[in-house]
Structure formats: structure tokens, C-alpha cells
Nanobody, 129 residues
Framework: QVQLVESGGGLVQAGGSLRLSCAAS????????MGWFRQAPGKERDFVAA????????RYADSVKGRFTISRANAKTTVYLQMNSLKPEDTAVYYC??????????????????????WGQGTQVTVSS
């Protein structure tokens, strides 16, 4: 079992920045690709960014490319999402997710959040205009 705990959400003005953190703990917590998804009220949970367990390669949703950066630290047990140039449409609950290193679903993960093995509890990000 792996536990994911997010932090760093809050209220920011448009154009501002926030950094989200996700700490993984538990058995084999370093053996996962890590990702961020977000869900706005009344909408589906959408992919934001992910970092591969093996080679550290990254993927981003088109809507955040050039503005958000995903990174990891602490022997792959902590993942960050640096969010710059925030827009009101970035407002959502942001969820950290983990995908087993043994999974063959790295490429499908972005379009199918249900492939995630574990989820965090979510952190609210609100961007005011």
C-alpha cells in the first residue's frame, strides 16, 4: 500500500505561481511513475503532467505546456508541480497519482486516469482573475 499526500494548493491571482508537492510513503513507494491530474467542478478528472519512474521522462497536457513543470526528488518519493503563469481556467482540485513501474500503461495513463494505482486526497488551487 502506498500513501500519497499533496500540499501547496491555495488562492493566487492570475499570472501568479504555485508549487504543489506530493510525498509518497509506504511499501515500495519509490517504484512508481508519478502524475498530476485535476478536476474542476462538474467536469471530468483530466491529466496535467507525469514523470516516468524509469528514465524521468515527462509528459504534459497541451493546456499547461510551457507553464507547468513536473519534477521529482528524495529518491523518487516526492514529486513537484511548479505552476507558473496561472490562469483562472487552472482552478481545480489537483490530485497526485501513482502508476506502478511494472505497468504497461504509461502512454495510456494520460487519457485514462482510472489506470492509476493510488491517489492522493487532492489539494485545491484557485486562480482569481
Amino acid at each position: 500500500q502506498v500513501q500519497l499526500v499533496e500540499s501547496g494548493g491555495g488562492l493566487v491571482q492570475a499570472g501568479g505561481s504555485l508549487r504543489l508537492s506530493c510525498a509518497a510513503s509506504g511499501r515500495s513507494s519509490s517504484g512508481y511513475s508519478m502524475g498530476w491530474f485535476r478536476q474542476a467542478p462538474g467536469k471530468e478528472r483530466d491529466f496535467v503532467a507525469a514523470i516516468n519512474w524509469s528514465d524521468g521522462s515527462t509528459r504534459y497536457a497541451d493546456s499547461v505546456k510551457g507553464r507547468f513543470t513536473i519534477s521529482r526528488a528524495n529518491a523518487k518519493t516526492t514529486v513537484y508541480l511548479q505552476m507558473n503563469s496561472l490562469k483562472p481556467e487552472d482552478t481545480a482540485v489537483y490530485y497526485c497519482a501513482a502508476l506502478s513501474r511494472y505497468s504497461s500503461s504509461w502512454y495510456a495513463w494520460a487519457t485514462n486516469p482510472r489506470l492509476s494505482d493510488y491517489w492522493g486526497q487532492g489539494t485545491q488551487v484557485t486562480v482569481s482573475s
